[in-house]
């Protein structure tokens, strides 16, 4: 059939749109709902927005692999001699003139379907089906570009291949924005490429800059390439400024305060009383404690950013970051172990855990920094719910004032999954899961590792009032609460500063 197949199919596809906008009118032959035809016709419109967005990924597939095999053919249809990059520019500019977009935009099209067409082929399958969108799958290529061919399917494996385990209440890749698994992608980038965190943060610092943009209208772009944890800790102490500027008398915008304090810490002399305002930035650090101690090179994890070297975390400990906590880490899957409170007030402590579990706000697609997020009881105090980590949320003022002003609801979390949420619509989305995962453990702790003790050998009580001393040996305990069970470690120099750094004293 050829190419009167192609004009059919798309003919069909024709024919099936206007179906569909007929529908979307509620023009069709039969009501979404005789019972109820408003709620039938908002609950159809919103069936036919899903099954856009899977028709649209399949489409992106099918153009992707049709571009790669167009330009397979063209290379092979080439006269002999003509110049690689000469026959790369001009199937770039044929494809960019059949889709009407740039070169450069051709060139990054082209570049993403030969990563899904040649490397990629888990993505490139949920892409056709539906289950991802074209955005999520640039995201992949992007990460992955920087890995070998183990990396890149590792990478793809993580994410993609059914047999990897995920918790049951965790959004899949496809639930997610794509902006939203791009962060995903690239923590888990940073935790498992082949060269080492520490190297390529040390290439990185040598291109720091600042960069000046012309914009329209008489405005232009001032931006810095800095360490992460400076350019975080910059971003929260602006949030922090523009938000104690806000009041009833305040007639500018969060973000326009924001642009303005920017300005005023640039253009300024540090004389200026503006520059001795109480307000600290913030910045949440979370390290595995053998790489706080230098036994391992594991990265730690920035709060709102992902993973930083273990050696700039030293460094904010070592500087006295007031807000880096010390977390133990269950040392099974890498989790914070549980807090928990039974009055009405959420101490400090349970704030900290509820944004190590949840990173950002829980609702879908948030990426409303957690320092600007509220503590919400997800079953009511009134109505006998408990201050206790499972019945936490920490919604960004936006989304905790829906919950309290619209149908939407959260469902149930637990001390290490967020909750999801329901929407008036009775549709269920499912929440943003951390990414886990086991510390290392050095391999001098490892083989000088003794036989577990017997249970009536373990520390259990001590008299009211007396100090906590961990045992001769370093404690950490493998189940949450820590009563369970005790893996025993020889104490070393380096366990000594860990053991000073977990329990204090001497």
Not at 228 to 242: D, I, M, T, V
Not at 310 to 319: E, K, Q, Y
Not at 326 to 354: C, F, H, Q
Not at 479 to 503: C, V, W
Request: glycine share 8%; charged share 20%; with cysteine.
């Amino acid at each position: 059939m050829g190419r009167e197949a192609v004009v059919k199919a798309f003919a069909d596809i024709r024919s099936a749109l206007a179906v569909l906008n007929a529908e979307v009118d509620g023009c069709g032959a039969e009501p979404f709902s005789a019972a109820d035809p408003l709620a039938g016709l908002a609950d159809g419109n919103l069936d036919i927005l899903a099954g856009a967005a899977a028709v649209e990924a399949g489409v992106a597939g099918l153009k992707s692999r049709a571009a790669m095999k167009y330009a397979d053919t063209a290379h092979a249809l080439a006269p002999p001699g003509t110049p690689a990059r000469a026959q790369e520019m001009a199937v770039a500019a044929e494809i960019g003139c059949v889709l009407a977009i740039g070169p450069r935009a051709a060139s990054a099209f082209l570049s993403v379907s030969h990563a899904l067409t040649t490397t990629l082929p888990l993505t490139l399958l949920a892409l056709q089906a539906g289950t991802l969108s074209w955005q999520h799958a640039r995201g992949m290529a992007e990460e992955a570009a920087t890995l070998d061919a183990a990396g890149a399917a590792a990478l793809e494996g993580h994410f993609l291949d059914p047999d990897t385990p995920r918790p049951a209440t965790a959004a899949t890749i496809g639930e997610m924005p794509a902006h939203r698994f791009k962060h995903k992608a690239r923590t888990w980038r940073e935790r498992h490429h082949p060269e080492s965190i520490e190297k390529r943060h040390a290439k990185g610092l040598a291109d720091r800059r600042v960069e000046y943009r012309p914009d329209q209208d008489g405005m232009a772009w001032l931006s810095a390439c800095l360490p992460a944890h400076q350019a975080l800790a910059g971003w929260n102490r602006l949030n922090a400024l523009a938000r104690a500027a806000q009041g009833p008398n305040e007639p500018r915008t969060l973000t326009q305060i924001r642009a303005d304090e920017f300005a005023s810490a640039i253009l300024t002399s540090g004389s200026n009383p503006a520059h001795s305002s109480p307000i600290r930035a913030q910045v949440l650090v979370t390290v595995p404690v053998f790489s706080l101690t230098g036994m391992t090179g594991e990265p730690a994890m920035l709060d709102g950013f992902g993973p930083i070297p273990a050696s700039m975390a030293r460094d904010l400990v070592a500087n006295g970051a007031d807000s880096f906590h010390r977390v133990l880490v269950d040392p099974r899957d890498g989790a914070p172990l549980e807090i928990g409170r039974t009055s009405y007030r959420v101490t400090k402590a349970m704030r900290n855990w509820l944004r190590m579990r949840d990173g950002t706000c829980p609702f879908p697609g948030c990426s409303n920094s957690s320092l600007d997020n509220e503590a919400d009881h997800l079953l009511a105090w009134q109505h006998g719910g408990t201050t206790g980590i499972s019945n936490l949320g920490q919604p960004c003022p936006k989304h905790h004032k829906l919950r309290h002003t619209t149908g939407w609801e959260p469902t149930p979390a637990t001390k290490d999954e967020p909750p999801g949420w329901t929407s008036p619509s009775g549709r269920h989305y499912k929440s943003e899961h951390q990414d886990w995962e086991p510390p290392h453990w050095p391999e001098t702790v490892m083989s000088a590792m003794p036989a577990r003790p017997k249970p009536e050998e373990q520390p259990r009580e001590r008299h009211k009032g007396q100090a906590h001393r961990p045992p001769p040996c370093t404690s950490v305990p493998t189940e949450p609460g820590g009563h369970a069970d005790y893996l025993y470690i020889p104490r070393s120099p380096a366990e000594d500063s860990l053991r000073r750094f977990l329990y204090g004293g001497s």
